[in-house]
Structures are given as C-alpha cells and as structure tokens.
C-alpha cells in the first residue's frame, strides 16, 4: 500500500510562498494525492487534490513530479490563520477507496 | 448547506455507560465516514458506509457499533468503553466512496473514564 512521508514541522513567514513536500514513493498509476488541513480543534478541511498534472485552486497550488513519487503543496501567500497540521494522502489499494493520513507537517506561519 | 455536524461536541462516560455519537449533513452524500483520532496522532479510520450500507470496517472493537439509519444520519453506539477510547470523533462525508473529497464535521471530543 502507498505511503506517505512528510516532515514533522516547518516555519513559514507570513506573506511568504509554504512550500509543503510529501513523498509517496511507492503510488500506483491510478493512485490519487490528496491535501488537506487540520486547525487546532478543527476537522480536517480538504485543499486540494491531483493524479499526475499540476493543480491550483483558490488555496492552493499541488506539484507532482514526473515520476509521480512526491509532490508539493504550494501556499501562495501564507497567512497566520494557514498555521495547522498538512496532511498528505494517497488513496490506498484503488477498488477499497480508503484513506490513510500519514503524520503530517505542522506548518507554523509567524508574523 | 456544506456542513457536517455532530453531536456533542463533548462526552463523558463511564465504562459501564451506553450512550451514541450523532452525525448530520445534508448535502446528499451517500458515503459517510467514522474516524478516531488521539491526541497529536493523525485521523483513522473506523468504519465507511455507502448508501447506507456498512462497505468498510477498520477491525473495530465491537464495543463501537455504527448505524446509518438514512442518508444524512450517521451514528456510532458506544458501550462498555475503555480509558484508552478516549480520543476526539470525527465524521465526514463524500459524495461517494470513490475520488471524491470528504467534508468534515468538527468532532466529538470523548473522554471516557
């Protein structure tokens, strides 16, 4: 089954581009990159997801390498209220549909 | 309407207690989702129904029973708990079980003692 493999925290200041790696060496083909977000107290909130195309929507922007075995998540301008747990997922075993989330990154954004 | 609620928000229970978790959204997803998370761990799963019907179940203890009793309402029946459950509950849905992103409620935050 696909991993993920994310650092545990990173700072970003605010106004600054996060840039947030993941790696998932070990996707299938049809194997699916899901971001999302947990604030402190909150439920996950989804951000964004990709197959093998670069992605951007109004949070955020999802690189994915050639190979396929990492991607980026980009937050263009990093507000204080971005602070929260990044969670990258690859969807496991396609034909079960079930999500894993990994460990994460906590993103700290600092005035 | 884009929310999933949940039911309450906190809970404290012993361990001879019966009481039920209740999640809502009226979006017309037809899969839902229990998830348990302990503090500073990520989500995990515990169970995934689809049109109502259970479709995944993580190995869950049978001291959690969850039911879906029509496509906005998903419960999750807790008895005879352990300390070690405590943790916060987590609902979410989708509009299937396939690619689709899952919206999230807030949690029910259980302590059991």
């Known amino acids: 089954d696909a991993k993920t493999t994310q650092p545990p925290s990173m700072d970003c200041a605010e106004g600054r581009a996060a840039n947030l790696p993941c790696n998932h060496s070990?996707?299938?083909?049809?194997?699916?990159v899901y971001w999302y977000r947990q604030i402190h107290s909150q439920g996950p909130q989804y951000i964004i997801h990709g197959l093998k195309n670069n992605e951007t929507n109004e949070m955020a922007s999802l690189i994915i390498t050639e190979d396929r075995k990492s991607s980026t998540l980009i937050l263009p301008h990093a507000t204080l209220r971005d602070t929260a747990v990044y969670y990258c997922i690859v969807r496991v075993s396609p034909g079960t549909y079930k999500y894993i989330f990994g460990t994460g990154t906590r993103l700290k954004v600092l005035a | 309407d884009t929310e999933v609620t949940q039911t309450p928000k906190h809970l404290v229970m012993g361990m001879t207690n019966k009481k039920s978790l209740k999640c809502e959204q009226h979006m017309g997803h037809r899969a839902m989702y229990w998830y348990k998370q302990k503090a500073k761990k990520p989500p995990e799963l515990m169970f995934v129904?689809?049109?109502?019907?259970?479709?995944i179940n993580e190995s869950v203890p049978s001291r959690f029973s969850p039911e879906c009793p029509n496509s906005s309402l998903l419960n999750l029946h807790l008895h005879a708990l352990q300390p070690e459950d405590s943790a916060l509950y987590l609902c979410?849905?989708?509009?299937?079980?396939?690619?689709?992103?899952?919206?999230f409620g807030p949690g029910t935050r259980l302590t059991v003692l």
């Open positions: 129904y689809s049109y109502e019907k259970l479709s």
């Open positions: 070990t996707i299938s083909g049809n194997e699916y």
């Open positions: 979410a849905s989708s509009r299937n079980i396939a690619e689709d992103e899952q919206f």
